[in-house]
């Protein structure tokens, strides 16, 4: 997955007051309310949200630079799940896409993944604080016979905490 960061260089961090544990709390709050939205019924397989890990510099995504205090964090997650291959998830799709029209300050933009049969569909759903949440669905079945249901999310760009260590789980 690609990922693109809501910094650019030299641009200043859009939270630069909240910590990593905030952000974290925050977006792994949020990927708990998409799973919320999946009917449990059609989840064969539910993989759970990704445990914390390390932050990553917001100038790294592309150019694996290393972390700096001009840089910035940010913190990756991901929810997913399997369903059967028989489950329609387009109107999953539109069902996530109303719920968060409906919300003041959000944005949703449809999204296609590339992929090998091209067959991701999903949106974009971005947070007034800078929360991106990718919500992907896929259209045909594995060769399992299951389709994925994912939500792959990153936090804003904050500043780099001054007790930040680089090798600690956020």
Do not use: H
Request: proline share 8%; glycine share 6%.
């Amino acid at each position: 997955m690609l990922a693109v960061s809501g910094c650019a260089p030299g641009q200043k961090n859009v939270l630069p007051k909240i910590s990593l544990a905030e952000a974290r709390e925050t977006q792994d709050a949020e990927l708990e309310r998409f799973r919320e939205l999946v009917p449990y019924r059609i989840i064969e397989k539910d993989y759970g949200i990704t445990p914390p890990r390390r932050a990553m510099s917001c100038d790294s995504i592309l150019d694996m630079q290393p972390i700096t205090p001009d840089s910035g964090v940010q913190l990756f997650g991901r929810w997913r799940a399997m369903t059967s291959g028989d489950e329609d998830l387009e109107p999953l799709l539109e069902k996530i896409r109303a719920e968060y029209e409906a919300k003041p300050g959000w944005t949703v933009v449809d999204t296609r993944k590339a992929s090998e049969k091209n067959t991701f569909i999903g949106v974009t759903v971005t947070s007034p604080e800078g929360y991106l949440y990718y919500f992907d669905i896929d259209t045909e079945p594995n060769r399992e016979n299951q389709k994925t249901i994912s939500v792959a999310s990153s936090s804003p760009c904050v500043e780099v905490p001054e007790d930040f260590d680089i090798d600690a789980e956020y």
